[in-house]
């Protein structure tokens, strides 16, 4: 089952990450607030989330992940935060078992697309008051993070990842000369998997499969023990982790 995400997004945040993503920091709201009241409040003020679990159930997205948000000065560049709303403002400031129960799900989602499972609190997945001196995310909630991560490793040793159907689909060779949205998706994937062209920098995402993209595929070739042709077919596109339906 995917998790319903709705894209709430907000302009306060940095853009790229330049030293990958390494932790996930968990905050609250420090009071009672949907979703939206939290992308409001990030619209008024110089900070943001990544992601905000409101009290009325709705998960939403602010920051793309792979933008830096402004949720924990001096820790966000390599890191995803996550705030939930808290269910009463104040004392111990609790959160509502639905809304842990969804971030539970939101957090296996994230840790298994950043390569953070397993979860381990103070080693990749911290409170905001164990970086910075503030009392967020509340004592409940600080107190419950090992449950979390707890329950979130569980639940992805169980859950399956997505499944092949929704992989990424070739349906013809591409090669030098090749243009479009295929071009496109095998650009983003070398570059995910850290492939440079032959000018050593980073593919441009432009869907014109020149020299510097027939590099990387031959690079990615030799480390995965392929015929290094620079030709994406079925072995190559399969290594790359995609289905291979002409
Ligand atoms: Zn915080």
């Keep these: 089952m995917k998790m319903n995400i709705r894209s709430m ?20 709201t420090a009071g009672v607030f949907t979703a939206q009241a939290v992308a409001n409040l990030h619209n008024r003020m110089r900070v943001s989330y990544h992601y905000s679990v409101g009290n009325d159930g709705v998960v939403a997205r602010h920051v793309a992940e792979n933008n830096q948000a402004w949720h924990a000065a001096g820790h966000n560049v390599d890191s995803i935060g996550v705030a939930l709303s808290n269910s009463s403002a104040g004392g111990q400031w609790l959160v509502s078992q639905r809304s842990v129960d969804l971030a539970v799900e ?14 381990r609190v103070g080693v990749n997945f911290f409170g905001h008051r164990d970086l910075s001196a503030t009392a967020c995310p509340g004592s409940h909630l600080h107190g419950r993070m090992r449950e979390i991560a707890d329950r979130v490793n569980a639940s992805a040793a169980t859950t399956p990842a997505a499944p092949a159907a929704s992989r990424y689909r070739l349906r013809a060779i591409l090669r030098q000369g090749s243009k479009g949205n ?18 050593g920098r980073p593919l441009t995402v432009d869907g014109n499969f020149g020299a ?29 982790g995609w289905n291979w339906q002409p």
Excluded: S, Y
Excluded at 10 to 24: F, Y
């Design 182 to 199: 295929d071009v496109r998706e095998l650009q983003r994937r070398l570059n995910t998997l850290r492939h440079a062209g032959a000018n």
């Design 212 to 240: 510097n993209t027939a590099h990387a595929v031959r690079v990615f070739q030799r480390a995965n023990n392929l015929h290094a042709d620079g030709v994406v077919g079925q072995n190559t596109a399969r290594a790359l």
């Design 106 to 119: 939101l957090l296996r989602d994230i840790a298994r697309r950043n390569n953070l499972l397993p979860l």
């Design 9 to 28: 997004p907000v302009n306060n945040r940095t853009l790229g990450r330049p030293r990958g993503i390494k932790r996930i920091v968990l905050h609250h």
